[in-house]
């Protein structure tokens, strides 16, 4: 079973459902039986959810729309010329 800073180290990839299945096991074990846990847990995922409403009523200006996608393509082919991949979690498509 994983402790306390394990599982708060995993629930942003928990959340984002990029665990293993094992991981995702030991994750909801853990949360099951730690309520200061859960209740972190609880919170992020309603934070979450509160930012993904507000960004649906509030569109990202296009200019910042721009920017970012000029930027992560940028991004993407430095990596692709590098041979390096993005770190964990990472996604530039």
Do not use: K
Not at 46 to 68: I, N
Request: with cysteine.
């Amino acid at each position: 079973m994983i402790n306390c800073g394990d599982c708060a180290s995993a629930l942003n990839s928990y959340l984002d459902r990029e665990l293993s299945d094992d991981d995702i096991v030991q994750v909801r074990h853990h949360l099951d039986a730690c309520g200061g846990c859960l209740y972190l847990y609880q919170f992020e995922e309603s934070l979450r959810r509160l930012v993904r409403v507000r960004c649906q009523e509030q569109g990202a200006p296009e200019s910042l729309r721009m920017r970012v996608t000029m930027t992560l393509a940028i991004e993407r082919q430095r990596q692709e010329q590098s041979g390096r991949r993005p770190p964990h979690g990472i996604r530039l498509d």
